[in-house]
């Protein structure tokens, strides 16, 4: 704790996080969630050079369906 922290206020820092744990969600369950989010989740596993060449390609049909308000909220 730093000497006088109450002077930044707001701006103090605060080290409280949610941790999301990608790698506990399949394949389907993140396609089927079909927003940007998830879309990325399914492209941080940890999958070979294969496999993500066919995420993508799963992907680019799952962003065709995607709205614009999908990526304003």
Known sequence: MQASY???GEYILDFRYLLFDVNRYSEEEL??????IASVFL???RISSQELVKRLRKLARVAKRLTLM???T
């Open 6 to 8: 109450e002077e930044f």
């Open 31 to 36: 396609l089927k969630a079909a927003n940007l």
């Open 43 to 45: 492209l941080d596993q």
């Open 70 to 72: 999908s990526f304003v």
